[in-house]
């Protein structure tokens, strides 16, 4: 199943500037998001824009396809949750992956709000953009974009939640030369990423590219609810 690029809610056009207001009120703080926050649903579809180092990729987020993955992207970054966040696991024609924050306390903050594991309606293919997990039901805000083919991850637990649009040169051009992480290969090892965020990265895998800024280009409205529930 391919992911839509036009749904029938993008006929309505986009959040009126009163309902923009409304849902920026509700975003959730960068260092302290609460469980209430994060329930409230977001839009039926969004695209995001990340500015890197190496240049801009955007992505549409398709709510129906992952509901509650496509609210987790959306709170955090309203919350600017991504912003200076480093590409730590690049590994070319298999993803690009990225999610710990520099300050290891925000990281903290979030990865207290698992999700439930979603159904992957539609694959893992190249450009498709999924959230990482460590076992069953433990997705926060790890995220991965796939650069190969990676079917085999559908009945993992990976449910991409959208596509780039626009960009792949650009994700395809981020530094892969660290390889795999720790203990695997030479790459940054996960758990010091969690404990001392940027400062163990620029000191160990200074070359890491990373991303400037995440922002919501443009939405398309639903009703509210809570997280989960179309």
Same mark, same amino acid.
């Given at each position: ?7 029938t809610?993008l006929?309505f056009?986009a959040l ?10 509700t975003?959730?703080s960068l260092r302290?998001?609460?469980?209430a ?17 190496k240049?801009?990729f955007?992505?549409r987020i ?8 496509s ?17 730590y696991?690049v590994?070319?024609?298999f993803?690009a ?7 290891p ?6 990865? %207290?709000f698992?999700m ?6 539609? !694959?893992?293919?190249? $450009?498709?953009?999924s959230? *990482?997990? =460590? &076992?069953?039901?433990?997705r926060?805000v790890?995220l ?6 990676n079917?085999s ?8 939640? %959208?596509?780039?649009l626009?960009?792949?040169s650009?994700?395809? !051009?981020l530094?892969? $030369?660290?390889?795999?992480? *720790?203990? =695997? &290969?030479?790459?940054?090892?996960q758990g010091l ?5 940027n400062?163990?990265?620029t ?8 991303i400037?800024?995440a ?6 409205p639903t009703?509210p609810?809570p997280?989960?529930?179309?």
């Amino acid at each position: 199943m391919r992911i839509p690029f036009v749904t029938t809610s993008l006929l309505f056009g986009a959040l009126t500037a009163s309902a923009q207001s409304a849902a920026q009120a509700t975003a959730p703080s960068l260092r302290g998001p609460t469980a209430a926050q994060l329930a409230i649903a977001g839009p039926d579809s969004f695209d995001i824009s990340f500015h890197t180092t190496k240049g801009k990729f955007t992505a549409r987020i398709i709510r129906s396809v992952a509901p509650r993955g496509s609210d987790r992207l959306w709170h955090a970054a309203r919350a600017r949750y991504y912003d200076g966040v480093r590409f730590y696991r690049v590994i070319p024609g298999f993803m690009a992956q990225f999610g710990f924050h520099g300050d290891p306390a925000v990281t903290r903050a979030w990865e %207290g709000f698992t999700m439930p594991d979603e159904p992957a309606k539609v !694959s893992n293919t190249r $450009g498709t953009l999924s959230f *990482a997990n =460590r &076992g069953r039901n433990s997705r926060t805000v790890q995220l991965f974009v796939n650069t190969g083919n990676n079917d085999s991850l559908d009945g993992l637990g990976f449910a991409p939640i %959208g596509r780039v649009l626009d960009g792949m040169s650009v994700v395809d !051009s981020l530094y892969s $030369g660290y390889g795999e992480g *720790a203990p =695997r &290969g030479r790459g940054p090892d996960q758990g010091l990423i969690a404990d001392q965020g940027n400062a163990y990265l620029t000191r160990a895998f200074p070359r890491l590219d990373a991303i400037d800024s995440a922002r919501v280009l443009r939405r398309w409205p639903t009703a509210p609810g809570p997280a989960g529930k179309p």
